[in-house]
């Protein structure tokens, strides 16, 4: 590319359409409109390039026999419906994506073959995991046009009806798992009232995580404090006064205003991990 040259010239067995290489150059695929085939060759090897029958898929000659090759060379996107994640070396579809008798469909693999991008006509970008057909994010309005992907989960999909192009981060979003505090500490009515988080108390430390809850009917503002390793309740603290916990800069201690029903206390420090008092 950089050259201009030539660098090889490839017979392509018949017209070919949907001609897809990989990043690093070393595998390409194309679909041999009106042979019904889909013909993938290792560049850099000897072996001679290996035949995909169409009809064996399901496809037919159809007009997108082929969208794309995963960059080891191992899977094709072929088909369109609907979507069929095609194993070259076992033969067979691994799994299906995309609803099937969908318009102006456009899959393609991420850079490191674990995700399937799909745009279509509805202007919805969507993820599927290509082993089992799952779809992981779908995001409307982002435009209908061929997904460009990076490995840090950046989608870019430019938009037909403007002149603009979308930028999609599609990496986790989300709670990995929630805590409703209602559910601990030893106050029964803090269990019917309706709690909220002090956005000013939430602290991170290396392996906790701390907030105070207001509830209502209580009388009373507690600490909830969760384990980051497992994801699981450790203790509740009840009697804090105030909407602000302070962290200490290694994480392992915290600073609260103690609470007696609605008399105001002392200023406490407290280890993280137990609660218990320090100074």
């Known amino acids: 590319l950089e050259a201009g040259a ?13 001609v897809s290489l990989t990043d690093d150059g070393r595998y390409a695929a194309w679909f041999v409109y009106g042979a019904g085939r889909i013909v993938v060759r290792d560049l850099l090897g000897e072996d001679p ?4 029958d169409l009809e064996a898929i399901g496809v037919g000659d159809a007009e997108w026999g082929l969208f794309d090759i995963s960059n080891d060379g191992s899977l094709l996107l072929v088909g ?21 008798s969908f ?8 850079p490191s073959g674990n995700r399937v991008y799909m745009t279509s006509a509805d202007a919805r970008l969507r993820v599927y995991d290509p082993r089992t057909g799952e779809e992981l994010l779908s995001v409307p309005g982002v435009g209908g046009l061929r997904p460009a992907s990076t490995d840090n989960n950046l989608v870019l999909v430019a ?10 981060d599609t990496g986790p979003r989300g709670e990995p798992d929630a805590i409703d505090a209602r559910a601990h500490g030893d106050d029964g009515d803090r269990l019917e009232g309706t709690c909220f988080t002090t956005a000013r ?7 906790f995580a701390a907030f105070n809850d207001t509830c209502s009917g209580g009388g009373q503002s507690a600490t909830q404090v969760v384990d980051l390793r497992d994801r699981t309740f450790s203790y509740s603290l009840p009697g804090s006064g ?18 007696d ?6 200023i406490t420090i407290r280890d993280l991990a137990t609660g218990s008092v320090m100074t």
Request: aromatic fraction near 6%.
């Open 159 to 168: 938009r037909a009806d403007a002149p603009t192009a979308v930028l999609v």
């Open 80 to 100: 369109d419906d609907p979507v069929r994640v095609w194993d070259i070396a076992a033969q067979r579809a691994v799994s299906l994506v995309g609803p099937p």
């Open 261 to 266: 029903g609605f008399v105001n206390g002392s």
């Open 103 to 110: 318009e102006g469909i456009y899959p393609e693999f991420s």
């Open 242 to 259: 105030g909407q602000v916990l302070a962290l200490s800069p290694d994480g392992m201690t915290f600073a609260r205003q103690e609470q």
């Open 201 to 207: 108390s939430l602290s991170l430390g290396s392996d």
């Open 6 to 18: 030539v660098v090889e010239t490839l017979t392509t067995l018949g017209p070919a359409w949907g």
């Open 49 to 52: 390039p290996q035949l995909v």
